[in-house]
């Protein structure tokens, strides 16, 4: 019912920025929650920031004050501005959502197929 296409990743040095973006194409589905995962090298998938359909925003403290999530509600669409970029945020950006089901109280989430982000010391 929803697939995410992510896009924005790329190559970069330490101290750049970079923006990724997240547009869901859904059908009988109400998105609550948007947001972005990372997995690095060796590394557990883990939560960077997240946004909800008002507007709460939730980041890693890894990413405080670096990174900035935003959501457009109109276009199914979310943002991560991410600045001040360091080499240990190189991973693969994976876009979430979930919601429920139109008429259901079935809940469900969703991801994206995952952009890379390096940056290089």
């Known amino acids: 019912q929803v697939q995410l296409v992510e896009s924005g990743g790329g190559l970069v040095q330490a101290g750049g920025s970079l923006r990724l973006s997240c547009a869901a194409s859904?059908?009988?589905?109400?998105?609550?929650?948007m947001g972005w995962y990372r997995q690095g090298p060796g590394k557990q998938r883990e939560l960077v920031a997240s946004v909800s359909t008002n507007g709460v925003t939730n980041y890693a403290d890894s990413v405080k004050g670096r990174f900035i999530i935003s959501r457009d509600n109109a276009k199914d669409t979310v943002y991560l501005q991410m600045n001040s970029l360091k080499p240990e945020d190189t991973a693969v950006y994976y876009c979430?959502?979930?919601?429920?089901?139109?008429?259901?109280?079935?809940?469900?989430?969703?991801w994206g197929q995952g952009t890379q982000v390096t940056v290089s010391s």
């Open positions: 859904r059908s009988s589905f109400s998105i609550n929650i």
């Open positions: 979430y959502c979930n919601g429920r089901l139109f008429l259901t109280s079935l809940i469900r989430e969703y």
